[in-house]
């Protein structure tokens, strides 16, 4: 089709994207910049190294990794099953697991106090069972929980989209060929699906990073992660320009992320 | 067969700095079944889009019944596609596929009725009215595409590779259900193949093209027996070419020995292209031919026995209804009118004559 | 055995999965407004659900929300996928990089970036700057919904209907949206679903007196929320499994071009990009 002209149909969304999606990162850069009189400053960028940011940041990038970890430990074998154990419906399965998403995720991670507290269920299912108690609830793992939770679907969609395209006829012929499960799962399923483990890692790791939710949520308000910080700074402090310079050093780990991403996209379409 | 319908004057049309056509000229007859033979990417579908009003040429000009009509939209054509992969509309019924263009073309209800009852007459499928697209087989799918397009009176019906999904029984049913609908509507069919035998079978005129640059045009009988150069006779069927030189007229030298011909005019001791077709060699007796050789491999064909023979550092293909077996010693002989004498390519433009596949 | 450990790891995650959602809906029946102790049986929270106002006004808001910003959404993304198709190679992939920002970018930034453009615009926040918000979130859905069925769409179906004496408009209509039907309703669908859901760039981009489920949950979550949310929450959660159920099983007459796919966030990028990269 040599109709050039009809490309006019993606004008409104070409001044929609530039003004609503590239024009407020611009902003982020603006605010990071500059302090409340418009005067340029680094200052807002280098507050990162005061001792409450830094150590939120080092927290939010401690909790991003151990649930990126955590995730990728639980999904990888939960994809092998499920392509191996069901032939039958993989749509009704992968529904399983979107299905949750459809329940407000605030309530859902709220749900987890009730199940995590002292007098909670999980406590209620140890006494039973004259177990010592487990009390989470407020602290770190309870976090750690809540961020597996929440983030776990976003590891196991895009693995299980790249386990399951394996032809099949691939692992018959590495088996015809001698090797038992391990050498299959190894040589043949592990690097084939490496692009959906690259995708589902970065899925996992962004949101970790920055959620402030979460940390809300099951943190009691006594842990600050990064997003914590930034989220204060604008809607308790009104201090936008410090805020926008924390926002923009969680933009380069962004950037890094989607950099990522791009590089195995690309390697996936060769 | 008198008027020029379509005349394609100068066409060049390049994607990306890639030239798919290159001057092409190119003129349709009324009433003419037209084939544009050849490999793919050789130009063909370009030219047949062109015509549609799919592409717009670089330069050049598409006249249609002496009109310019290089600018004027598809739906503003008279003449109407099959295409390839048939395109129906998959969430319309059979008659509203059919009455699509009628209906745009505001005709009355009775009219339309009519309309599509007498096309699907015509391709045989009567009573499939109220079917959708995907409950139809491929042959089935293939008639619906033509009788959508034959509905509008089109002066001219554009075929691209309409029976290339189709599995090879049902193709070569679908060969002589064209050739009498063609007579039946009596309107020009420009078709579009890289199959040979379908183009010698149904054409008038078969266009041979190869990398943009048309390479022979002429009658089925014409295009087989009189190819121009080398591409057309490795394309058309199963051929020996051969390096030769003409000594003088109606004699020629292959691999060293002289052997008459009907050719003329090829000057004297020019080197030259000498295509010789694998049915139209004799296989005698040692020494009984014109040169010796041994078959060095047998295939049973069903009508014939395919052979290759090993003569004098050439490997000759022969179609034979008698049987040599490996090894045996054979003489080779062939008529003088079946040898066929081409001029070897020499400009850079002839390049493109050069077997490339 | 080895299928035996499957099975039971599997149903571990489920229970992982659901386990919340079951304590939600057990909540909603649950007599005492105290979240830890069960005090019988009631349906009194979905009889009162109804008459409280503050919770009907943003639940209403919410859908309103979600309905408009979808409708925009689809009608700008539609249009963008078929004008991207007369576009140059280069200058598509220009638009779809932009597309694929807000898709990677965390949802914190681009609360934040939007936050200081309605800021800097001296925009007073409210249901408006919202809605722009959310737009602007859902656009891409529509689009990488959208542009996989674009490069499946036999494109020779819209030149057969040019053939046919069709004006581009009318072929448009007539033979090409009904074909990318099904992704454009996909599109819509999940965009909505996103605008429900969303929290974080609402918090950003609204202002005060404005509420959504999200933002009234998070202000609850404190103090203690009314066990009416949950009821509220069961419901859409029960709902939305109605229709999921109709709209993938459909039962009767004739199967559906495309099957309407309902996909989050995430698994809109994994299969968008797994078909081959994105454009």
Known sequence: MNERRNSFLAAPYLVWSIGFILIPLIYILYFAFTDASGTFTIGNVSAIISYVNIRALMLSILFSIASTFICLLL????????????????????????????????????????????????????????????????KPPAILLGMVYDFLPF?????????????????????????????????????????????GITMVFVPSLTTFVISDILGGGKILLIGNVIEQLFTQDSDWNAGAGLSAILMIFIVFSMIITAKYDREDIS | MANKLIDLQHITKSYGGNVVLDDLCLYVRENEFLTLLGPSGCGKTTTLRIIGGFETPDSGRVMFENRDISSLPPNKREVNTVFQKYALFPHMTIAENIAF????????????????????????????????????????????????????????????????????????DMQYELISLKNELGITFIYVTHDQEEALTMSDTIVVMNQG?????????????????????????????????????????????KFDCVDKGFGENN????????????????????????????????VHYEMCVMSRGFEFIVHSTDYYPVDSKVGISVHPFDIQIMNKPESEDEKAVEINE | ?????????????????????????????NQSKSRSHWGGFTLEWYTGLFENEEIMAAFRTTIILAFLSALIAT???????????????????????????????????????????????????????????????????????????YRELNRSTYEAALDLGAEPVYAFFRVVLPDLMSAVLSGFLMSFTMSLDDFIITHFTQGPGFDTLSTKIYSEVKKGINPEVYALSTIMFLTVLVLLFFVNYKPWGKQPTGQIKVMTKREVIVSSSGRGGRL
């Open chain 1, 75 to 138: 999904a990888y074998p939960l994809c092998l099953i499920l392509t191996t154990v069901t032939s039958s419906s993989s749509a009704f399965l992968s529904l399983i697991f979107i299905l949750p998403m459809w329940m407000n995720s605030l309530l859902r991670t709220f749900a987890w106090q009730n199940i995590l507290e002292r007098k909670g269920v999980i406590n209620g299912i140890l006494l039973f069972l004259h177990l010592p108690p487990l009390y989470i609830i407020n």
């Open chain 2, 271 to 302: 080197p030259v292209d000498v295509v010789i077709r694998p049915e139209d060699i004799d296989l005698l007796g040692e020494g009984e031919g014109i040169i010796d050789g041994v078959v060095t491999d047998t295939i049973f064909k069903g």
């Open chain 1, 155 to 199: 590891m196991v969609l895009p693995i299980y989209n790249s386990v399951s395209r394996i032809d099949k006829d691939l692992i018959n012929a590495g088996r015809d060929l001698g090797a038992d499960y391990f050498q299959i799962l190894k040589g043949i399923i592990w690097p084939l699906s490496l692009p959906g483990v690259i995708s």
């Open chain 3, 75 to 149: 009608i700008l993304g539609t249009a963008a996928c078929t004008g991207m198709q007369f576009m140059k190679k280069r200058e598509r992939s220009f638009i779809m990089g932009i597309t694929n920002i807000p898709m990677l970018n965390a949802d914190i930034v681009t609360g934040v970036s939007l936050m200081l453009l309605f800021i800097a615009s001296r925009v007073s926040m409210g249901f408006s700057t919202v809605l722009l918000s959310h737009i602007t979130f859902n656009i891409p859905y529509v689009i990488l919904s959208v542009m996989p069925r």
């Open chain 2, 213 to 257: 640059y048309i390479q022979q045009i002429g009658s089925p009988v014409d295009i087989y027996n009189e190819p121009e150069n080398a591409f057309v006779a490795d394309f058309i069927g199963d051929s020996n070419i051969l390096p030769g030189i003409m000594i003088r007229d109606e004699l020629v030298e292959i691999l060293g020995a």
């Open chain 3, 1 to 29: 055995m080895k299928s035996f450990f499957g099975k039971m790891y599997l149903t571990l995650v489920l229970i992982f999965l659901y386990a919340p959602i079951a304590t939600l809906m057990i909540l909603s029946f």
């Open chain 2, 101 to 172: 263009g009628l209906k745009i073309r505001k005709k009355s209800a009775s009219y339309i009725k009519d309309k599509i009852k007498y096309a699907l007459k015509l391709v045989n499928l009567d009573g499939f009215e109220d079917r959708m697209p995907d409950s139809l087989s491929g042959g089935q799918q293939q008639r619906i595409a033509i009788a959508r397009a034959i509905v509008n009176e089109p002066k001219v019906l554009l075929l691209d590779e309409p029976l290339g999904a189709l599995d090879l029984k049902l193709r070569q």
